[in-house]
């Protein structure tokens, strides 16, 4: 099927009245949920998502693609007015926004943060819509053992989720692989670390253990500090009233179109890269506009460029971290995870051959993206204020109210108490192991990919596969040597341009990397292989010869 | 040795994983050629418990951190009350779930949650009511009414 007969078909399901009102609450939560500092997005849609339960994919979907879009948008608000942003996504909007509404522009600020996040995720619809279905077609070559190699690569990556911590994330994300080995194997259902526990044998459910890791302890990581529990979240600070002239901020940012494009497109990638997210894509986006501009020294101060760059580039991050989910079935970010954790609750199982195997599903996520922006743009010129009034709740209200839904949405999510106990115990642990310097991220990323990983390996064991297929088939070797680097890409960023080594990483990537390339079938891809060895091979001695030329041109003494 | 935080948490990772690879070896052997039960646990223990040591040797050669203030246990419970409060009210709330249900125990739940981390004031426990009272048989009615949940109702409901 074409790509116009998907979208009708998508377009047959997804244009309800229900589903269009769903969307509409869901970006409205969603953009509540992103003016309110310290309250996450990906906090925001694990709560949703057990309203979902009783909708169809679709439905469930959209409406949380719209929570998603509406929280990456709503940051903006409560960044301009007060400063502080509702989410680490839009850090960098403070940056000249706040500024600018200090200066009696709060209007202007707030209107062209709204216009760059609504044309940042229309780019990132379109790009989403051409380019997840021909990677798709390229996952569609996979077999199980690369697979596996890929998931294996996707778990390297938490490394780089780990930030100062490298040890204590991988020792994290190893964990929660473990978490996901409890209860029973994937091939013939035998107990598997019950320890006599019936109930154990069923496993946990992803979605209490995700809520109670995250969530949980989050918020009771909030409320730790008795002052800070009794704060509100917004801070003490009054936003005016504001009026917002839309079509004045569109034609502002209409004229800054190549800064709407370069940012939308640098945020785009930054979300196909695993584990970068509208958190890296904002201040890069925002550093890339400064470098462009011919006024600099205006950033900072209110500059336009300086709102425009990281509302464009953060709506379109989403776009890229969805095509990496849809075309390949595999999460790069937390917020990714917890779509794949829905789908599956859904009985969607995500892989490359998603797309072309339900495609009404697979569009409706593509055209609910897009939808999304549209409804967030509506929304967020009618709701303004009462957003910014949101942000003066005190946190251990929300704290408490939150931790009440929690249990509620999580023994919706089977009707058996269990599910409870479940999200108490990882509330726990989530809780302790954060206090003793885990990052919760690369052991949520464990539990989601352990099932995968283990089924796709028990698909190698039957097919009778031996352990050199990881070297003789193209796209495994090729992972498993990306693996090797993502390791030591946190490494890397950290040393560069300091250790000599770092100056050989990227060039060395290259040549390493056109071995298996070169092994993949066709004319294109050895192509491609040759000019990835030539390039490498070029740099290196290029850089090689770096050095030499520096003391050539030291002074003698 | 030199017991730091760091310390401790590679030596409980490393019980941990000794614990698991015992238990690994009780699981029934594998039939017809198939991916035994044990391997991808093994793939996973092995791995942590390198890391592991990893942290046990480096929490060694670490240099002591002077600026962690070594705390008694009187300091560490001020410092985490309100989440060990919140937990622990949290694990009365499941506890008390078979009598009181989800209704009356998410009331009582919410509503001293919010006046242990808020205050006990005449005021604050006012409009800590109201707030329960809005949030809770709001969110309940949401579930049971629109969504057709059946959440717990407890055998006091059930009762009267």
């Known amino acids: 099927m074409d790509l116009f007969t998907n979208i009708g078909l998508a377009s047959a399901e997804l244009f309800s009245f229900t589903t269009m009102a769903l969307m509409m609450l869901g970006t409205l939560v969603g953009l509540l949920a992103g003016a309110i500092p310290g309250f996450t997005i990906a906090m925001a849609v694990v709560l949703v998502l057990p309203f979902t339960f009783a909708m ?24 301009i007015l007060t400063g502080i942003p509702g989410t680490p996504s839009s850090v960098a909007t403070t940056f000249d926004g706040y500024p600018m509404a200090k200066a009696g522009k709060a209007g202007l600020a707030l209107g062209i943060g709204v216009w760059s996040s609504f044309f940042g995720g229309i780019i990132a619809s379109i790009v989403l819509i051409l380019i997840a279905p021909q990677l798709a077609l390229i996952g569609l070559e996979f077999q199980p053992v690369d697979f596996f190699a890929l998931v294996i690569f996707a778990l390297t990556v938490t490394a780089s989720l780990a930030g100062n911590e490298m040890l204590k994330g991988l020792m994290g994300a190893l964990f929660g692989l473990l978490i996901a080995t409890i209860g029973s194997d994937v091939v013939f259902g035998l107990p598997r670390f019950t320890f006599g526990i019936d109930e154990v044998s069923k496993g946990f459910a992803f979605l209490p253990v995700l809520v109670g890791l995250f969530a949980f302890s989050r918020l009771l990581n909030d409320v730790r500090d008795p002052s800070s529990a009794s704060k509100r979240l917004g801070g003490e600070q009054s936003a005016n009233v504001v009026q917002i002239d839309y079509i004045a901020s569109a034609k502002v940012v209409l004229s800054h179109w190549t800064n709407v494009v370069r940012s939308s497109l640098l945020g785009v990638f930054v979300g196909v890269l695993p584990a970068a997210g509208s958190t890296i894509s904002n201040i890069l986006a925002y550093d890339q506009a400064k470098k462009a501009s011919k006024e600099p020294e205006t950033f900072g101060k209110g500059a336009i460029d300086g709102i425009i760059a990281p509302e464009a580039a953060n709506n379109a991050t989403a776009g890229g971290a969805l095509i990496v989910m849809m075309a390949l079935g595999l999460p790069g970010d937390i917020m990714t995870a917890i779509m794949l954790g829905a789908l599956l609750i ?3 199982i995500p ?25 967030m743009l509506f929304l967020q010129s009618i709701t303004l204020r009462g957003f910014v009034m949101v942000t003066k709740v005190k946190m251990y209200m929300l704290t408490a109210v939150i931790l ?22 990882f509330g726990v642990l989530g809780f ?9 991220v690369p052991i949520v990323l464990g539990v989601v990919l352990g099932q995968i990983a283990e089924t796709r390996l028990s698909q190698v064991f039957a097919r009778g596969d031996g352990l050199d297929v990881f070297l003789t088939r193209p796209w495994a070797l090729f992972f498993i040597l990306l693996s090797g680097f993502s390791i030591m890409f946190p490494s890397f960023q950290k040393h560069l341009g300091k250790k000599r080594w770092t100056r050989f990483f990227l060039p060395i990537l290259l040549i390493v990397l056109s071995l298996p390339v070169f092994m993949m079938p066709g004319y294109i891809r050895p192509v491609i292989a040759g000019l990835m060895l030539i390039t490498g091979i070029v740099q290196l001695i290029l850089r090689l010869r770096e050095p030499a030329l520096k003391l050539d041109q030291a002074p003698t003494t | 040795m030199r017991l730091n935080r760091d ?11 000794g614990a698991l690879l015992v238990s690994t070896f009780q699981m029934p052997a594998p039939m017809f050629n198939q991916m035994p039960a044990t391997l991808w646990p093994r793939m996973i223990i092995g791995p942590l418990a390198i890391l592991s040591l990893i942290l046990l040797v480096k929490a060694q050669l670490s240099e002591a951190d002077d600026s962690t203030p070594i705390r008694s246990f009187s300091d560490w419970f001020s410092y985490y009350k309100n989440p060990i409060y919140c937990f622990a009210l949290f694990f009365l709330f499941l506890v008390t779930m078979p009598i009181l249900g989800m209704l009356i125990g998410g009331l009582l739940y919410v509503f001293i949650t919010l006046n242990v981390l808020g205050g006990w004031s005449p005021q604050l426990m006012l409009r800590h009511a109201l707030v329960t009272l809005f949030f809770v048989v709001g969110m309940w009615a949401i579930f049971t009414q629109l969504l057709g949940v059946f959440l717990p109702e407890g055998i006091l409901l059930r009762v009267y």
């Open chain 1, 56 to 79: 169809s994919p679709v439905q469930g979907l959209a409406t949380m693609i719209a929570v998603y879009v509406g929280g990456l948008s709503g940051g903006l608000m409560s960044g």
């Open chain 1, 346 to 348: 859904h009985d969607v």
């Open chain 2, 7 to 17: 310390t401790a948490i590679a030596i409980v990772s490393l019980l941990i994983c």
């Open chain 1, 351 to 375: 892989s490359p051959s998603f797309i072309s195997d339900e495609p009404t599903i697979a569009y409706s996520i593509f055209l609910a993206f897009f939808i999304a922006n549209f409804m």
């Open chain 1, 432 to 440: 302790v192991m954060r206090a003793l310097g885990f990052p919760i």
């Open chain 1, 404 to 425: 009440f839904y929690c249990a509620v949405g999580i023994f919706a999510l089977n009707n058996i108490g269990y599910d409870m106990w479940t999200l108490f115990i």
